[in-house]
């Protein structure tokens, strides 16, 4: 049994609630900076400014905002390329390791919880 459209939006609401739950209001995330995290995360590296930009089809002065609260908050850590100083490079740190394996636990946790009992709502 999978999920349908609204049981997504459901995990979707559930996970967005318990993330706001567990976080402080400074460790709230846009959607901007959450695709960001991700990427850095979940994909493989180099990640630069000017290829996240390409992917999100975004200026690369709006991806650099969003880094500088990742950046703020110990999520991402930013350095100017050593080869070439026009580009920046984005690595892992361990607190964005732990909020991203967190995050991804509170999805799984979500999503077995409406996969179990689809008809009940968690607040």
Do not use: C
Request: no cysteine.
């Amino acid at each position: 049994m999978g999920l349908d459209n609204f049981t997504g939006l459901e995990l979707w609401r559930q996970t967005i609630f318990e993330i706001v739950r567990q976080n402080e209001s400074d460790t709230d995330l846009s959607s901007r900076q959450m695709a960001i995290l991700l990427n850095v995360y979940l994909t493989d590296p180099p990640h630069t400014v000017r290829a996240l930009a390409a992917d999100l089809n975004i200026s690369k002065p709006a991806v650099s905002r969003a880094i500088d609260k990742l950046s703020v908050l110990g999520l991402i850590k930013r350095q100017t390329d050593e080869k070439d100083r026009r580009s920046v490079n984005l690595y892992r740190t361990i607190n964005g390791a732990r909020y991203v394996m967190n995050l991804g636990d509170t999805i799984a946790q979500k999503s077995e919880n409406l996969l179990a009992s689809p008809s009940k709502k968690e607040d």
